[in-house]
């Protein structure tokens, strides 16, 4: 079958921080269709493809080709169209390129996937898109592209099951090690190399190596796309795509972009001392891990073999440094423990240590702020080159947080989180879009500053 997928534009809160994604979802799919199944394949990166097309959109801004450039690009004699929608606030958009797809291409099949659809099913029901698949994609991509009806597929469901309470996700795949790389002949993969998904120099590659996460904080929403079950690829695997990246396109940093790359212990140290192996023969790798990793994973040995293996950036995702506040969000964290590893971290002198926090959460008082900048300046206290990046807590569709937000009266717009009709961004770094009787929207700007200044002269 000849198929077509497609990553739509991307919005981003201003012009300077339009960055490339390194599609790895689509990617993955793409190979797994071609090698799996022998399918012909047509990848179009609307962003890549249009990432000087930058023009505004709501409070932020658009970037990438248009919609009829993107539906100049499908092949004429395509037979099925897949369109991946990664982010909930792209859903007008995904929705107006279904809408130009079908005016020209009636007749194919096209389906809509990814986070949008997996989170918001209902409303993703009510684009033009004759199906829209929940969860992961390549076992029921797959199916339908070997010739097997749709509405039979697990995972899939067509417009008329908008009545539906419950929509079970598509089969997931046990043995990661059954998918084959991530696409790596798409036309435009120089382009991806040569700028990390973050801005940093040389010549960069995305990995995912993990999906799924056994915890259940409450502001996440992994679970509808990658399931509860941790599934990880096995060390050799993973390093046989780095040998793959050295040797092939003379990649020099890598980013791990898995939510728990670090999870199985003796998993992390092979990897690692492959790393170093390829190093000490001359690879010259640098290595981050930009979506962060449990602290609470690492020990010394694994420490050492971070600073060994050329760690760039190591990312902790601490979110807060109350215990009350962690409780609150469902955060199983040990703050004592956490301390001991920011310890090791520093005294063996890790180059570049970034925290992940959060600040305007729902049940953040004065008092657990306060609790919480102590903590930190606890850590500041111990030196190293450790920064912080502050998040303003966000109610995304699919997660907890959205429905105790809800119920508990800090939001009131039944629209908040259609973004078909509410078109603002909620992006983390920039917006406040919760308030409650402990904070305003200026107090948490002031949370966030107070916090980026604790670590700032460091």
Do not use: C, W
């Given at each position: 079958m000849k198929i077509t997928l497609i990553y739509p534009p991307c919005v981003f809160a201003y012009k300077d921080y339009v960055v490339y994604s390194h599609c790895l979802g689509l990617r993955s799919l793409s190979s797994f269709l071609k090698k799996?199944?022998?399918?012909?394949?047509?990848?179009?990166?609307?962003?890549?493809?249009?990432?000087?097309?930058i023009r505004p959109y709501a409070n932020g801004f658009i970037a990438g080709l248009s919609m009829d450039e993107i539906v100049a690009r499908v092949p004429p004699d395509t037979e099925l169209i897949g369109l991946s929608v990664p982010f909930s606030l792209l859903a007008p958009i995904a929705h107006?390129?279904?809408?130009?797809?079908?005016?020209?291409?009636?007749?194919?099949l096209a389906i809509m996937?990814?986070?949008?659809?997996?989170?918001?099913p209902q409303l993703a029901l009510t684009s033009r898109a004759d199906f829209i698949l929940v969860g992961e994609g390549e076992s029921a991509l797959r199916e339908i592209a070997d010739g097997r009806n749709s509405m039979e597929v697990q995972g899939v469901y067509a417009r008329d099951s908008q009545g539906s309470k419950s929509f079970l996700p598509a089969r997931m795949i046990d043995d990661l090690d059954t998918i084959p790389f991530p696409d790596y002949s798409i036309p435009q993969m120089e382009r991806y190399f040569t700028l990390s998904p973050r801005n940093f120099a040389g010549r960069t590659a995305s990995l995912f190596t993990s999906r799924g996460c056994p915890f259940d904080c409450e502001f996440c929403s992994i679970h509808p796309v990658y399931g509860r079950k941790w599934r990880m690829r096995s060390a050799e695997n993973v390093f046989s795509e780095i040998q793959y990246l050295v040797d092939r396109h003379a990649v020099s940093s890598l980013e791990f972009e898995d939510d728990n790359f670090t999870l199985e212990r003796n998993r992390t140290a092979k990897i690692l001392e492959g790393i170093i192996h390829l190093n000490e023969k001359g690879a010259n790798i640098g290595w981050r891990t930009p979506n962060g990793v449990r602290i609470d994973t690492l020990d010394e040995e694994i420490i050492k073999l971070i600073r060994k293996s050329n760690c760039t950036a190591i990312t902790v995702a601490m979110e807060h440094g109350?215990?009350?506040?962690?409780?609150?969000?469902?955060?199983?964290?040990?703050?004592?423990?956490?301390f001991r590893v920011m310890e090791l971290l520093i005294k063996h002198e890790i180059s570049n240590i970034i925290l992940f926090l959060i600040v305007g959460y729902p049940g953040e008082t004065q008092k657990c702020f306060q609790n919480s900048l102590k903590y930190l300046k606890k850590i500041r206290s111990l030196g190293g080159r450790t920064s912080v990046i502050v998040n303003i807590a966000q109610a995304y569709p699919g997660t907890r947080l959205l429905a105790r937000c809800r119920a508990e009266g800090y939001i009131k717009n039944d629209d908040f989180d259609n973004f078909l009709e509410r078109r603002n961004m909620t992006s983390s770094r920039h917006f406040v879009s919760l308030t409650t009787p402990d904070f305003d929207a200026q107090e948490v700007l002031r949370r966030k500053?107070?916090?980026e200044e604790c670590f700032s002269s460091r």
């Open positions: 799996e199944a022998e399918h012909e394949v047509t990848f179009i990166d609307a962003l890549m493809l249009g990432f000087d097309n107006d390129i279904v809408d130009h797809i079908k005016a020209r291409f009636p007749n194919v996937g990814g986070v949008y659809p997996s989170t918001q109350d215990r009350e506040m962690l409780n609150i969000m469902n955060k199983e964290l040990s703050l004592e423990k956490a500053s107070v916090l």
